[in-house]
Nanobody, 124 residues
């Protein structure tokens, strides 16, 4: 069993930055895939980025590639999402998710655990 708690959301101007954190309790080490998803009002939850246990070769959605960076600190049971050059279209509730699987990591249906979400609003 794993519990996930996100933090770090808030209001930021276009072009600004935020760093989200996702801290896990429970069996974090067995979670191979740690992902971030987001959901804007009236839209489906969409994939943002995923990182594997090793921390190597994360996969990003095209919409955030080059602007967002994911990292994982297994000693602190925490995954970070650094978001730079934020745009109004990045506004959404951001969710952290975890899975023990090692494939299909961009499919939200394979994730076993979800956090409660943190709101990110990009607006002037």
């Amino acid at each position: 069993q794993v519990q996930l708690v996100e933090s770090g959301g808030g209001l930021v101007q276009p072009g600004g930055s935020l760093r989200l954190s996702c801290t896990a309790s429970g069996d974090f080490v067995s979670m191979n895939g740690m992902g971030w998803y987001r959901q804007a009002p009236g839209k489906e939850r969409e994939f943002v980025v995923v990182i594997r246990r090793s921390g190597s070769s994360p996969s990003y959605a095209d919409s955030v590639k080059g602007r967002f960076t994911i990292s994982r600190d297994n000693a602190k049971n925490t995954v970070y999402l650094l978001m730079n050059s934020l745009k109004p279209e990045d506004t959404a509730v951001y969710y952290c998710a975890a899975t023990s699987l090692n494939y299909g990591l961009m499919d939200r249906n394979i994730y076993d655990y979800w956090g409660q979400g943190t709101q990110v609003t990009v607006s002037s």
